[in-house]
Each structure stands twice: as C-alpha cells, then as structure tokens.
C-alpha cells in the first residue's frame, strides 16, 4: 500500500506511478485534504485507506 497525500509536495502522481511500475502488486491511495504526513493531517481518510486496503487483501496465487 502507498499512500499518497493530496497535497502532498514530496509525493507527487510521477513518484506513484514511477512505484507502481516498478511494483505492478502495489496499490495506491490517495486520501484528500493531506499533505506529506498523512495520518496527521487527515487521520479519518487515512484510516479509510488502509481498512479499504486490508478490505480487499486477497492471498497471493502459487506461480506455476
């Protein structure tokens, strides 16, 4: 899970995709009204983002 701030001006939509391509199972949140320290400045959007991840974890498929 990377969680990205809104407003955020150290993770900017470059830095997310550049983390996804470089780790296509990565999932990428971005919760509204936050900047760099998410869980500070928007401690219920945080806190969605990560039930809504946990949510929706599925356990990884043996590669054959």
């Given at each position: 899970?990377?969680?990205?701030?809104?407003?955020?001006?150290?993770?900017?939509?470059?830095?997310?995709?550049?983390?996804?391509?470089?780790?296509?199972?990565?999932?990428?949140?971005?919760v509204?009204?936050?900047?760099?320290?998410?869980?500070?400045?928007?401690?219920?959007?945080?806190?969605?983002?990560?039930?809504?991840?946990?949510?929706?974890v599925?356990?990884?498929r043996?590669?054959?």
């Amino acid at each position: 899970l990377f969680i990205k701030g809104g407003v955020s001006k150290f993770t900017s939509a470059e830095l997310a995709a550049l983390v996804q391509a470089h780790c296509p199972h990565v999932v990428v949140a971005e919760v509204a009204n936050s900047g760099h320290h998410v869980p500070l400045d928007n401690p219920a959007g945080f806190t969605q983002a990560v039930k809504t991840f946990l949510l929706n974890v599925t356990e990884p498929r043996d590669s054959e």
